[in-house]
Structure formats: C-alpha cells, structure tokens
C-alpha cells in the first residue's frame, strides 16, 4: 500500500532563505508523486509533479523537488523564500495500474517572516 | 476551462439531515475524484469515478455516502442522516487518464459541510 510521510508539521523560515519541505513515501511499484498548496480556504493547487521523466523536477513559482529513489524521497525546495509563500503543502502519491487515487502527507505549514 | 466547480461552498445541516452536494469538473476531462479533509490533515480519499463507472470506493465510504456520475459529466456526493463528525471540507478533482497525462488532478474549492 502506498502512503506518504512529511516530516515537520509546521516549517517558519525568514523572507529570502532556503525552503526545505521534506517527503518521503512508500510505495511497491514505480509511483507518481505530486507536491500540492493550500492557501486558507481555498483548493489545492499543483505546484510539481514527478512522472519518470527527470529526477529534478521543476514547478511554479520557483519551487523545484527532487526524486530519489535510494531515499524514497521526495523533498520540495525553493532557493528564497517569499512571503506570498505562505501557505500548507502537501506530498501525494499515486500508484498503482492504474494510477488512480492520491494519497496525501498530513501537510506542512509554511510561514514566512519578514 | 473554467475549472473544477463546487456547490455550494459552504453546507450548515442539523445532525440527521441528508446533504448533497454538486462538482463539475474540467469538461474534457474522463476521471472524477471525491476526498474529505479535516481540520489540520491531508485529504482523504472517498471514491473515483472513470466516465459514469465508480472504480473505487474507500472503506471511508459508510452505507451513509452515495456518489454517483450518471452522464459521465457532473457528479453528485450525497450524505443521509449525518452526523457531527461528517464535518469536513469536501474536495472534488478530475483528471484526464491516459498516455502521457500522469493523471495530474485539478482540485475545486471544496465544500465545507457543518453538521450541528
């Protein structure tokens, strides 16, 4: 059974540093894997995704993950932080013969100080 | 595309009332999704539609959830006799499955159901 694990519920870092938002998954076939935001009351929103096209994957907004199988991880980065940052992320993953359901962490709390 | 639509928004029932609620998804799109989030979790998947046949159903699914997608257009997520902890954000995605699509899922604003 696939399932995924975000480690730090809640990550604060300071307007321009580094943003770390770590993701490891389990699964028993080669998966798909999705970083999401959440902003206050709203959907989400898909920020990247990893299909076995490239272990570096690139999305919007300047964020960027990589895949690493030996790990099995899935970590979300982004070089500098803004405040419009601000938001919950969630890993997801999807599995299987049909690559049906995603599977989601429990989120992690960006907040970002000036 | 104007995207995935939810409705309503927001949903306040008395516990034991039934409560349906209404997605659209992206029109050329053959997968539809229903999840349940609650407060401070990840979203939990309920049940995925390909076309008007539902795939899979979660054991999160009491005899109390319905969903249907008669047409393979719009879906319908139905809730009898609720209860207090039905209280959740229901979120509705869809996807277009197929060659080189990776089953990316575009997600609605959601629904927020109170139950009182």
């Known amino acids: 059974a696939q399932s995924v694990t975000q480690l730090g519920s809640h990550v604060s870092v300071s307007e321009g540093a580094l943003v770390l938002l770590r993701c490891n998954y389990s699964s028993s076939v080669p998966p798909y894997l999705f970083w999401y935001v959440q902003y206050p009351n709203q959907g989400l929103q898909l920020l990247l995704k990893y299909t076995s096209a490239a272990t570096l994957v690139k999305g919007i907004n300047g964020f960027e993950a990589e895949f690493k199988k030996s790990e099995t991880s899935f970590h979300l980065t982004k070089p500098s932080a803004h405040m419009s940052d601000a938001a919950e992320y969630f890993c997801a993953v999807s599995e299987g013969t049909s690559y049906g359901k995603l599977t989601f962490g429990q989120g992690t709390i960006l907040t970002v100080h000036p | 595309d104007t995207g995935v639509s939810q409705n309503p928004r927001h949903k306040i029932t008395k516990r034991g009332q039934n409560v349906t609620f209404r997605c659209d998804p992206i029109?050329?799109?053959?997968?539809l999704y229903w999840y349940r989030q609650t407060l401070g979790q990840g979203p939990e998947f309920l049940t995925y539609f390909q076309n008007e046949a539902q795939l899979e159903k979660s054991r999160l699914l009491s005899d109390r959830f319905s969903a249907e997608r008669p047409k393979g257009s719009f879906s319908t997520l139905e809730i009898q006799r609720t209860e207090q902890g039905d209280s959740a954000m229901y979120l509705c995605a869809s996807s277009s499955w197929g060659a080189q699509t990776y089953n990316e899922q575009f997600f609605g604003p959601g629904t927020r159901l109170t139950v009182l």
């Open positions: 029109s050329e799109h053959n997968r």
